[in-house]
Structure formats: structure tokens, C-alpha cells
């Protein structure tokens, strides 16, 4: 089990330097940074100057390892747009996306995982047939229509829910929540529900068709034969079989509505790194653009890992797999 | 006069479909006294194990009882709530399951199952379960059961699974145990383990045994009386040795007929003289090893590298026209064998040689191989395409090596090769699906004929075929034989079959050939303790006293 994390932790490392080195390389290549930097009226010496002050005539490969060092360091340079560090602006932002992402994901796993047992288990009955017919609406209406649809429903015309913003924030350290206060949790509602719908159809179906699947199962017909009770075969034995793909697209989906919770993140001007990235594409802020990219790749990355250490606590059989080899 | 335990009357079990009503179980009546040890053969289809469904009240949607009674000690049981039958289950009547390897959950211990099911009937503890349990695995015969009880059940092998699969059956007492194909899917020696096993069980616990199996010869060491059923109805039920010496029945009696045996009992094949001495299939020394413990990214790395040898140094050859079978129980390496010689798998070192040419040499030998050589597979569900039509399946080969090209003249051949195979030409509009598994693997032997091949090695060609449909399929592969003078290698573990089919039969154990030789030398006489103990093991209907 040990050889097995360091032997992910060492391919999670792996992916981790090549995706620093196509940041690297869209920082460096992409635009001249010099050029960005000083004003219209630098001179051809000044720009040099400053070339040589930031390294920029060392080799290839020793810039690369300095720019590793650096990001190891939390340093990805200045925005050209906000003329802050990258880092500090990702920091500030990234609570809000978090809390947002981590909501959202919660009411997917809970309503998805919750509504596909139940449809599985009755596949035949009324309320099954109309949450299946629901959840397509869920899965084929973009997200922006959505967003739109209940910030007119719920701001515009009952008025019940603030249509952007976060609401008011408590500093906690550097990490601004709101998550303290009544307004703050008004704004994460109608966000949330936008951003997790997709999610929760997906999760849904597919905790629902591998339902059925387990539910076919010798085992667990045995298990019946056995005379286990109802519950302790639904939720004993099937459930648990169930998990292995739920965990896999629940990782990757949580690690996707972290990075690209964009749309969501504009439609309601949520100020998370989703609309600082799309603010940054629009001015070629180069830093931030690569740090972004880092930064997402090191979210699924540590997603990855968990993923691949859960399917160990839950299947036995990797367990002895990764010691035999098989 | 004792109560029998289980008293079945008039059972019919109906599927209804959209316009028309399949009757699975028709009209099915018989009496199971307690401590007897009652078996129910017929072929799939046969309504066997829908009956044994019925008792226990598994039966699968949309299915139903439709009529008639079903009394456990005189009690009635099928028209009780689904909760009250629920109770029964385990606790009054157990059931044993055909694959050991899907019927435990696999993320659980096996411990873990088995005090979860003795807690669900008996007033016990946690603690107290847990010695119940061990003492079951015990019983069971799984050696070190106290340690091995935290296991799961992947680390157990077939016939330990089914071991535990028994003790869990007979965990709270049951007075009647349904035993659907428990040995079905196991290999000869641990079947005849298990056999005595839950026989052991089900005598000192008192238990009595519906034992559901499309294997005469199981029923035969084991039952007490036998029942046969056919298109769900009872055929004949009586003694076991009545029913196997004095068939009375036509089906019955074409049922026994077409049961293999081991030992000889028609002409025998003839010992070629030897002027066609020629081997037409020579092996050499074939060895093929499997890395261990390797990943793709591992293997980047230096390191030791652990090595399994599933073939060892086997040679033989098969003389022109000829039928060499290969036995082995699974994992012996028999089909890593197969598919060495047919081209799927390289061999680490040896060599293979078809008619004088070596198949594995380069590009010529590769297209020398795909003409000469064919394979027929042990599954006729998986083995053809299911979205193909027959025409496309039997086509292919000749398509793709070029022997027949313009569109008629492949038609023509698809027709000759089907009448050959005794299919209707018509057959190839149709996609596999619309075809009985006999009928299925008919298709798989005329694509296999397709090419022109005059080598064909059949891995497990009718295992997974009824016995009557099976005895058809080696009748036709014989026929065959004569007629384009093809060559067989026949791989099964049915010692039956390989004596029927071969002329000379090789035993493979752990990968290494043990024994080979002329096939009524080797059966008759075998040398090797393992090829013994195989042959011991054997259930066959002629032991039957």
C-alpha cells in the first residue's frame, strides 16, 4: 500500500514537471514578457538591460529550473493587468471558488447518490420515471441557461436570493468565508445549485445503471438466499460495489467544477479564480494564465491521488493486486 | 410414514410476455424426504432451475407462480408474504449457487459474510458468531480457518470459494438445501471434493438435497433418487441406479445415450498402421513465461523481474488427420498453448512447426498460419460478433485471405459451408443471437472451415453446450474430420470427450506434459499419479453400482 501512494506520488510528480514546463513555455514564448513589461517609450538598451536583470539570455534549461524553483515557491510573477503577484491573487480568490466548488459538489454527491439508489431500486414506479425524465432536462440545459433561469426566478421576481456576488465575508487568517454569515449563505445557493446540477444527473445515472448492475449480480441473489435482510443487501452489499466508478467520476467532477466552474463563476459574478481567468485571457495577463494552468493540473492531480487511495479502502482486491503484481 | 421436507404439487412458474405466456415450470410435482439427497437433471432449458427458484421464491421478474402448491414439512410456503418467505430463506432452506467466484461479495470478508448470516437467523453474538463461523469453515474442510477467516474471497481458489459457499448455505440449519450446479464450474478434482463435501454436511446436519445438475454423472455418486426434466416437465423420476440402468423414457434414454464416458464402451479406434507416420503437427520444447508484478511504468526501472512458467518445455506432435486432446485442469496451461500455436500469443522459446512450416517465421509463416490453422472457442455467445450477420462471420476469413473474392462466389461458399454444418443456408440473414448455443457454435466451426484450414485446435469446443447438443457438435467435428481430413487439436478438461474424440492425448499439470501417449494406453493404463487421480475423479454414470 505504501510502495503503491510513493509510486503515485512519483507519477503525480512526473505530471506535475511537464505541466509546469508547457507553463513555463507559454510564459516564456507567448508574447515577449519584456515587451509587456516596460512602457512604449523603453529603449533597445533598457529593454536589454532588463532582459539580462531577469535572466532572460540565461540557457533554456536554467530558466526552466529557476521557474520551477520559483513555483515551488508559490511565485508565478506579476499580473501585468493588476500589477500584484499571481499567487496573492489566486490566494485571495481561490476560498471563494473552493467554498463554492465544495457546496455544489456536496449537493450532487448527496441528491445524486440518494436519487439513484432510490430509482434503482424502483426502476418500475412513477416517481422513478419522473425523476429520470428530469434529470435529462438537468444534463442537456447548458449551465448558463440555468444560472440565468433562477436568478430570474428566485431574484428577479420573488426576490428572495441575492442574484450575484458573495454577500458579506469574514476574514478568517487569509482565508475569506462566507460561509459565516446569513448573506454570504444566501449567495452560495443559487450559485451552487447551477453549478451542481450537471453533476448531479451524472452522478445519479450512473449510481443508478451500476445499481441495477450489482443488483443482477450472483452475489447478490446469494445474499437474498442467504435471507439477509432487505436493507443489508441494498445497502451492505450493493452500495458498496456501486462506489468504485462513482468515486472515479465524482473525483474527476469535483476537479473539474473547481477549475472550470467559469461560466457559473461570471453568470453570477462570483469573485472566484473561474472569472480572474477569464478577466486574465481577455488581456493576455501571461502569468497568471500559466499559473492558472498549474494550479489546475496540481487540483487534479491531488484529486487523482485520493481517488486512487479510496478505491484501495474500498475494493480488497487491489490491495492484494498491487502486491502480486496483477 | 416421515413427512417429506419439501412436497412440490402441480408447480407451473409463467413468463408472461407481450402477446404470448412461456411456461418455464409446467406441472411439476414431486417429494424430497428429509436426510435424502434428491437430483434434478435435464438440459438448460429444462425448467431445473426455475423450479429450484420457485422453491426458495427467487424467481426473476417478470416470472411468477402460476399455479399448484409448494409445502416445506407440510407447511405452505408459496403463498406466504414476501416478507415471511424472506425469513425462510437461509434459515429453513439454503441455497448453493454454480459459481464460486461471482457468488461472494467480493469486498467483504469471508468471515464477515458468514457471521452477517448467521446473526440474521441465531440469537448470537458478534463473538459467538464468529466461532459458529469458524467451526462451519472447518467443517467445510478450509484448512486453517481460524486465520483464514479474515480473508477475502479472492484469496480463496475456486473450490475453497464454493467450500465457503456451502458453510454459508448450511450456516443456521436448513432443513432442505437447493444445490444449483454447485460443481458446474469447477475442475474434475476439486468437483469430486466438493461433491463429498456437501454430501458430508447435509448427512451429519441433517439437511436434505435438491441437487439441480446437467451432469448425469454427478447425480450419479451422489443422489438417492433422481428426477428428469425436460421443456418443464417431469419426464421420469425414480432410483438413481433404476433411472441409468433401465431408462424407460425415449428423452431419458437419448439423454444417457449421449453422455461420454471415460471408460470405452464403443468401437474403438482402430491404431493406425504406421505407414502415415508423418507428424503433420510437430512441437518442440514450448516454453512461454508471464512477467509478474510489472507495470508499464515499473518497467522502466531496473529490477528483478519474478517470472511464472505457465508452458514447460511441452512437445508433441499430431499425426495427419489425427485428433490429439490436451487435458489439464484450469490453469495447467492449456490454452496458453492454443494460442501459441495458433499464432496468438509468442512463444519464449520452442517451436511450432504446421505441415513442414514453422508458424511462427516472419511474415510467410504468418500468412501460411492464418490458411492452415483455425480456432474454435469454448463460449459460441462470445466468440461471433453479435452485430455481424452469419453470411459476414463465415465470410470474413475467405474475404480477408483472398480465397474467394467476387461476391457470388462468396455467397456460394457461405451456403456450402452451412449445409456442411448442418445449418439451413438461409441461416446466414440471420445475426447470432436468433441461434441455440449448439446451433452458435455450428457457425463458429463453418467460419473456423472457412479458409480451407487443414488444422483447426478447438479450445473447449463443447463445454459450454448440453450434453445432447454436445454429443451432435462432436458428431458433426468427426464427420468433418473424415470428410476434408483436418487435423484436431481437441483441448478440454471432459477426460470424456477426449476419449471419445482422440486417438492420442497429452495430460498437462502445472504446465509441464506429464504424460502422453495413445489415448486407450493413457486411460486404460496410466502411468503418471496425477493422470490417476484425474481418472479417479472423474463422476461418471458407469460407477453407478
Known amino acids: 500500500m505504501l510502495a503503491f501512494i510513493l509510486r503515485r506520488l512519483g507519477q503525480s510528480v512526473l505530471v506535475m514537471l511537464v505541466v509546469a514546463f508547457i507553463a513555463f513555455m507559454v510564459f516564456r514564448y507567448v508574447g515577449d514578457p519584456v515587451v509587456s513589461m516596460v512602457g512604449q517609450d523603453a529603449t533597445t538598451g533598457d529593454i536589454e538591460q532588463l532582459r539580462t536583470r531577469l535572466g532572460l539570455n540565461d540557457p533554456f534549461y536554467v530558466q526552466f529550473v529557476r521557474f520551477v524553483g520559483n513555483a515551488l515557491q508559490g511565485q508565478f510573477g506579476i499580473s501585468y493587468r493588476l500589477q500584484q503577484p499571481v499567487s496573492q491573487l489566486i490566494l485571495e480568490r481561490l476560498p471563494a471558488t473552493i467554498e463554492l466548488a465544495f457546496a455544489s459538489a456536496l449537493i450532487a454527491l448527496v441528491f445524486g447518490v440518494v436519487l439513484g439508489i432510490y430509482t434503482a431500486l424502483k426502476p418500475r414506479s412513477f416517481s422513478s420515471a419522473v425523476i429520470m425524465t428530469i434529470s435529462l432536462v438537468g444534463v442537456s440545459l447548458p449551465t448558463f441557461l440555468i444560472g440565468i433561469g433562477l436568478i430570474y426566478l428566485f431574484a428577479v421576481e420573488l426576490k428572495v436570493l441575492p442574484s450575484f456576488g458573495r454577500g458579506q465575508v469574514v476574514q478568517l487568517g487569509w482565508w475569506r468565508t462566507g460561509l459565516l454569515t446569513e448573506s454570504g449563505w444566501r449567495s452560495l445557493i443559487l450559485p451552487a445549485i447551477t453549478l451542481s446540477l450537471f453533476q448531479l444527473t451524472l452522478i445519479m445515472r450512473l449510481v443508478r445503471a451500476e445499481m441495477l448492475e450489482v443488483m443482477r449480480t450472483d452475489y447478490i441473489r446469494f445474499a437474498r438466499a442467504r435471507g439477509l435482510s432487505q436493507r443489508a443487501i441494498n445497502f451492505g452489499h450493493a452500495l458498496r460495489n456501486t462506489l468504485v466508478p462513482v468515486i472515479t467520476i465524482a473525483g474527476l467532477q469535483l476537479g473539474s467544477v473547481i477549475a472550470f466552474a467559469i461560466i457559473t463563476e461570471t453568470v453570477f459574478q462570483w469573485p472566484g479564480v473561474g472569472s480572474l481567468f477569464v478577466n486574465s485571457v481577455q488581456v493576455v495577463d501571461v502569468p497568471v494564465m500559466a499559473a492558472y494552468l498549474v494550479f489546475v493540473a496540481l487540483v487534479f492531480v491531488v484529486i487523482n491521488l485520493i481517488v486512487d487511495i479510496l478505491y484501495f479502502i474500498v475494493d480488497p482486491r487491489l490491495r492484494d493486486g498491487a502486491r502480486t503484481g496483477r | 410414514m416421515t413427512e417429506p421436507v419439501l412436497s412440490v404439487k402441480n408447480l407451473v412458474v409463467e413468463f408472461p410476455f407481450r402477446d404470448d405466456v412461456f411456461r418455464a415450470v409446467d406441472d411439476v410435482s414431486f417429494e424430497i424426504m428429509p436426510g435424502e439427497v434428491v437430483g434434478v437433471v435435464g438440459e438448460s432449458g429444462a425448467g431445473k432451475s426455475m423450479t429450484g427458484a420457485a422453491v426458495i421464491g427467487l424467481i426473476e421478474r417478470p416470472g411468477h407462480i402460476a399455479g399448484g402448491e409448494i409445502r416445506l414439512k407440510g407447511e405452505r410456503i408459496d403463498n406466504l408474504p414476501e416478507d415471511a418467505r424472506a425469513k425462510l430463506r437461509g434459515k429453513r432452506i439454503g441455497m448453493v449457487f454454480q459459481d464460486p467466484l461471482t457468488s461472494l461479495n467480493p469486498l467483504y470478508t469471508v468471515g464477515r459474510q458468514l457471521v452477517e448470516t448467521i446473526r440474521a437467523h441465531l440469537p448470537l453474538s458478534e463473538a459467538e458468531a464468529r466461532r459458529k463461523a469458524i467451526d462451519l469453515l472447518v467443517e467445510a474442510g478450509i484448512p486453517k480457518a481460524a486465520e483464514r477467516i479474515d480473508s477475502y474471497p479472492h484469496q480463496f481458489s475456486g473450490g475453497m470459494r464454493q467450500r465457503v459457499v456451502i458453510a454459508l448455505a448450511i450456516a443456521a440449519e436448513p432443513e432442505l438445501i437447493i444445490a444449483d450446479e454447485p460443481t458446474s464450474a469447477l475442475d474434475v478434482s476439486v468437483q469430486a471434493q466438493i461433491i463429498k463435501v456437501l454430501k458430508k454436511l447435509c448427512a451429519s446436519h441433517g439437511a436434505a438435497i435438491m441437487l439441480i445438475t446437467h451432469d448425469m454423472g454427478v447425480i450419479a455418486q451422489t443422489a438417492d433418487r433422481m428426477i428428469v426434466m425436460h421443456h418443464g416437465k417431469i419426464v421420469e423420476t425414480g432410483t438413481v441406479g433404476d433411472i441409468i440402468r433401465r431408462p424407460r423414457e425415449p428423452y431419458t434414454i437419448k439423454l444417457i445415450d449421449s453422455i461420454p464416458t471415460i471408460s470405452r464402451t464403443g468401437e474403438t479406434i482402430a491404431p493406425e498402421a504406421a505407414n502415415d507416420d508423418r507428424a503433420f503437427v510437430e512441437i518442440r520444447d514450448l516454453v512461454r513465461d508471464f512477467e509478474l ?84 472457442f469454448q463460449d459460441p455467445y462470445a466468440s461471433l460478433n453479435p452485430r455481424w450477420r452469419v453470411a459476414d462471420i463465415v465470410a470474413e476469413p475467405m474475404k480477408t485471405l483472398g480465397i474467394a473474392r467476387n461476391r457470388t462466389e462468396v455467397q456460394d461458399r457461405v451456403a456450402d459451408l452451412l449445409t456442411k454444418v448442418r445449418l439451413e443456408p438461409g441461416a446466414m440473414k440471420k445475426f447470432p443471437h436468433e441461434f441455440s448455443g449448439g446451433q452458435r457454435q455450428r457457425i463458429a466451426i463453418a467460419r473456423a472451415l472457412s479458409s480451407q484450414p487443414e488444422f483447426i485446435v478447438c479450445d473447449e469446443p463443447t463445454s459450454a453446450l448440453d450434453v445432447s447438443v454436445q454429443a451432435q457438435v462432436l458428431d458433426l467435428m468427426s464427420a468433418l474430420q473424415e470428410e476434408f481430413g483436418l487435423t484436431y487439436l481437441l483441448i478440454s478438461h471432459n477426460l470424456a470427450v477426449v476419449r471419445q474424440m482422440s486417438s492420442a492425448v497429452g495430460v498437462l499439470h502445472n504446465g509441464v506434459l506429464v504424460e502422453s501417449g495413445p489415448v486407450d494406453a493413457i486411460f486404460d493404463n496410466p502411468q503418471a499419479d496425477y493422470t490417476k487421480m484425474l481418472l479417479d475423479a472423474v463422476p461418471d454414470i458407469s460407477k453407478v453400482a
Open chain 2, 293 to 376: 508484478g510489472r507495470s508499464a511504468f515499473t518497467r522502466l526501472l531496473p529490477g528483478k523481474v519474478e517470472i511464472f512458467r505457465a508452458v514447460n518445455e511441452v512437445s508433441f506432435s499430431i499425426a495427419k488427420g489425427k485428433t490429439f486432446g490436451l487435458v489439464g485442469e484450469s490453469g495447467s496451461g492449456k490454452s496458453t498453448c492454443a494460442k501459441m500455436i495458433v499464432g496468438l500469443l509468442r512463444p519464449t522459446s520452442g517451436s511450432i512447426h504446421v505441415d513442414g512450416h514453422d508458424v511462427w517465421a516472419g511474415a510467410h509463416g504468418l500468412r501460411e498460419r492464418r490458411r492452415r490453422v483455425q480456432m474454435i
